[in-house]
């Protein structure tokens, strides 16, 4: 091969290159065909039509409960001339309809003589409350068709039509294989470039989800003869099998060519994007794919391509998820030439959902636990513009999605305390954050893209935190809620060996920035300024993270010195901490809706005691104000 990729194709190509191999490799089009009780079925696929053997109800019933007429001895009943009758029948709801008689009467509708009969004021038509023998069912019916994916209530009207046992697909044997000399299994301690397997045991549940059987080898070390032999006795259990990592084109990537050499290697590499590098082939008569080591591409490439061949498998119809539009909380960038899958939280905020995306990298698995829909862009398009109507698709109900609370903004930990406490105390409660910077909060909530916006966005003319910002873009229209007050100072290592005393020590370490319209940033620039110190002299300025425990997370893996942050931030990966400022940390928000019943449960969490002791522990935050209008 000239090229680690034989190819860069849209997965749509890509999946029909997949199947042409398959049909080539005399690949089972089916799974076999089971008879499995009828009480297990669910899930399950139909092998063959669903005819009805009997009728429902199989003979004709009272469909309420009173007593059983004939339509004819009723004729003339009326309120000022009610008609007695001595013959009929009490019945019950689902008893035969006694011989002789054709409808039935409500028991409120009948009044009681002394003398035991029975006094109508209604004349009733024939077969009134009386289900008809076949009324829900007919025999020899076609009850449901072949391929049809059975629910609670298919089996029930299955098991009333006569059904004891169904002819259904067996479910499809899944098989994964984690490679890589660096994977160890979960619940092991790991050193310095270890990892541990959570791919395996993601996509196999992600396989059982949706109906499959689901198995994992043992972990299979970075050598080719090891990762063929696997495959190889994989392929003889398995309608499919996944090998986890290894499909890019890295010394140790061995995916390509080991499925190239057992079977045949259909397409290495598709236009998607996380999940480029895929693999898919065939080996024997088995399906494989090769899966993208960085989880969030192989839990993509599962959905995209296992999930659509198991189906067709099992001969049904791929699950799909609802979609909804939504408007877009932040601009959207995206690279043309492949199709960009975005992780987005969603919320209902006045009368339209607001999709705002998640962290992007591959490996970040918390953006798939976090996800509350997936944003297609397509090959063909650049991105989108904050505000931009968009598809997504759901991975929750729009009814919880309605009862999320949009907080766009700067980043702070007691916004993710806040989010565990409101959800611990009402499992219908979601606050998500989306953290863009101070100045980008301000103007989501401008633009109705967001409930709350937090911010602690200092203004260098005035001295003041926030006001002079919602002064200038939102006008009076506008409440501003103290949340806490914090310590703002210079993260670094434990014990300070580099002795950082302030910000006239940052001209000689390497420095780890926020984003452009974070307080933070705002709050260095405004320090460097009294200081006479270009930005220019700071070196790493211009390297930015999105949030404090980013910032932490740099400087404990050594890859800066130090940065600007908070001290709970610093506290979370044992660092030291330089203090520079203790500054207002503030919620703002349309002043309509401070009581809207949405916000009420974050209102009544902060003024709880046990919540402000425990932002208190975490180290340098005051909330002497917590909760306190200040505007």
């Known amino acids: 091969m000239n090229s680690p990729f034989v190819s860069d194709v849209p997965a749509a190509q890509a999946m029909a290159a997949w199947r042409k191999a398959c049909a080539a490799a005399g690949c089972p089009q089916r799974v076999d065909a089971v008879r499995v009780p009828v009480g297990e079925a669910v899930g399950r696929v139909t ?91 007919s025999a020899t019916e076609l009850l449901l068709p072949e391929g049809h994916r059975l629910r609670p209530v298919d089996v029930a009207a299955c098991a009333a039509a006569g059904a004891v046992e169904l002819v259904v697909r067996r479910r499809p044997r899944v098989v994964v294989v984690p490679t890589g000399d660096e994977i160890r299994p979960v619940g092991t301690d790991t050193a310095p470039g270890e990892i541990l397997d959570t791919n395996s045991l993601m ?45 890019s084109a890295g010394r140790d990537d061995h995916t390509a060519s080991v499925v190239a050499a057992a079977g045949t290697l259909a397409v290495h590499g598709v236009a998607v994007k996380p999940g480029h590098p895929v693999v898919l082939g065939t080996v ?56 960009d899958w975005v992780r987005v939280r969603l919320g209902r905020v006045g009368g339209d959902i607001v999709a705002a995306p998640l962290p992007r990298g591959a490996g970040v698995l918390t953006s798939l636990v976090r996800a509350d829909g997936l944003l297609v862009v397509p090959a063909g398009v650049e991105g989108h513009h904050a505000g931009e109507q968009v598809r997504v698709e759901l991975l929750r109900g729009l009814g919880e999605i309605g009862r999320t609370i949009v907080a766009i903004g700067s980043h702070d930990l007691v916004l993710d305390v806040a989010s565990s406490e409101l959800r611990a105390a009402d499992p219908l409660v979601t606050l998500a954050s989306s953290n863009v910077g101070s100045l980008g909060g301000l103007v989501a909530l401008r633009d109705g893209l967001c409930h709350i916006a937090g911010s602690h966005l200092l203004d260098p003319a005035t001295g003041e935190y926030t006001l002079p910002y919602v002064d200038k873009l939102l006008g009076d229209d506008a409440a501003v809620v103290r949340l806490v007050h914090r310590d703002q100072g210079l993260i670094v290592a434990p014990g300070n060996p580099l002795g950082l005393t302030g910000i006239e020590d940052l001209r000689r370490v390497r420095y780890v920035n926020r984003q452009r319209g974070a307080g933070t940033r705002a709050l ?31 400087v404990s893996a050594g890859r800066a010195d130090t940065g600007m942050g908070i001290l709970a931030a610093a506290r979370a990966f044992g660092l030291g901490f330089v203090p520079i400022a203790r500054e207002p940390y503030d919620l703002v928000l349309r002043t309509e809706t401070l009581d809207d019943e949405l916000l009420t449960p974050l209102w009544a969490l902060l003024d709880r005691p046990e919540f402000r002791g425990g932002v208190e522990a975490l180290g340098g935050y005051s909330c002497a104000e917590t909760g306190r209008r200040i505007r």
């Not at 090769?290 to 296992?306: K, Q």
Request: proline share 7%.
């Open 524 to 554: 260095l620039d405004h320090e460097l300024g009294l200081r006479g110190i270009d930005p220019a002299e700071v070196s790493g300025y211009s390297r930015e993270e999105h949030t404090h425990l980013a910032v932490a997370a740099a």
């Open 203 to 247: 996509l196999a549940a992600q396989a059982r989800e949706i109906g499959c059987e689901a198995a994992a080898t043992a972990i299979v070390p970075d050598d080719p003869e090891l990762i063929t032999a696997t495959l190889r006795d994989a392929a003889t259990e398995a309608d499919l099998v996944i090998l986890i990592a290894g499909s």
């Open 284 to 339: 024997g008569n088995t399906p494989v794919l090769g899966a993208p080591g960085y989880p969030v591409s192989a839990s993509l490439t599962f959905d995209i391509f296992a999930g659509p061949l198991l189906a067709a498998l099992e001969g049904a119809a791929p699950r799909e998820r609802p979609s909804t539009t939504a408007r877009l909380a932040r601009k959207l960038a995206s690279a043309i030439g492949t199709d």
């Open 47 to 137: 092998a063959e039509p669903v005819w009805a053997l009997r009728s429902s109800p199989a003979f004709d019933s009272a469909g309420m409960d009173g007593i059983a007429v004939r339509a004819a001895d009723t004729l003339g009943a009326g309120e000022t001339t009610p008609v007695s009758l001595a013959d009929f029948e009490v019945v019950d709801t689902g008893d035969p309809l006694p011989g002789g008689y054709d409808a039935v009467v409500m028991r409120e509708h009948v009044h009681r003589t002394a003398d035991g009969k029975a006094e109508l004021q209604a004349a009733v038509p024939p077969y009134q409350h009386v289900r008809s023998i076949g009324e829900d069912i």
